[in-house]
C-alpha cells in the first residue's frame, strides 16, 4: 500500500510539472486507482477522474472498446487494456489515461483467465500507448495494489 500511495504522489508531482492531467479506466480494481490518485496533493490541479467498466458491456458501451476485439481476445487481455485507454483519452478531456483490466480473484474469470492475469495499458492524447502484461500473485488486495502500483509506473514512463 506505501508503494501504491507513493507511486501515485509521484505521478500526480510529475503531471503537474508538465502541466499534463490524467484519468484512469478501471475493471478489476473497480475505482481504487482513482481513489489512489485523489489522494495525493496536487491531484486536484491534474485529475479528472476517472471510467469504472467492470463488465464487458460497459466496457464497450462506455469506453468504446470494440465487441469484435472482446470476443476475440476476452476482457482480459492486452488489446482491450490499449483500447481502455485509448477509449478514456478520446472520451474525456485529460492527457494521459490509466487502465486496467484483469482477474483479481477469488476465482478465473468466465473465460478462464487465471487469477493474477492482468493487463494494464497507458495512452496519450498525441497517440503514444504502453501496455504490459502483469502475472500478480496473493489475495485480491494484493493483486489490485501491485496491479495499480504497475499502471501508475506505466504512466509515469509517458509523463517523463
Given at each position: 500500500m506505501d508503494d501504491l500511495k507513493a507511486e501515485a504522489e509521484r505521478v500526480v508531482a510529475l503531471a503537474k510539472s508538465k502541466k499534463l492531467t490524467l484519468l484512469t479506466v478501471e475493471s478489476c480494481t473497480a475505482g481504487a486507482l482513482a481513489c489512489a490518485l485523489a489522494e495525493a496533493e496536487g491531484?486536484?490541479?491534474v485529475f479528472h477522474g476517472g471510467f469504472v467498466v467492470y463488465s464487458k458491456e460497459n466496457k464497450s458501451f462506455a469506453i468504446g472498446v470494440p465487441v469484435e476485439v472482446l470476443s476475440k481476445h476476452t476482457a482480459v487481455s492486452a488489446?482491450?487494456?490499449?483500447?481502455?485507454a485509448?477509449?478514456?483519452?478520446?472520451?474525456?478531456?485529460?492527457?494521459?489515461?490509466?487502465a486496467v483490466t484483469g482477474v483479481a480473484g477469488p476465482d478465473p474469470d468466465e473465460d478462464g483467465n487465471p487469477v493474477g492475469l492482468v493487463f494494464i495499458s497507458a495512452a496519450t492524447r498525441d497517440g503514444r500507448v504502453l501496455e504490459e502484461r502483469l502475472a500478480l500473485s496473493?489475495?485480491?488486495?494484493?493483486i489490485c495494489n501491485a496491479a495499480m502500483t504497475a499502471a501508475l509506473r506505466l504512466a509515469e514512463r509517458l509523463v517523463t
Open positions: 491531484a486536484g490541479e488489446e482491450v487494456a490499449k483500447a481502455m485509448v477509449g478514456g483519452v478520446e472520451r474525456s478531456p485529460a492527457d494521459i489515461a490509466m496473493g489475495d485480491k488486495a494484493a
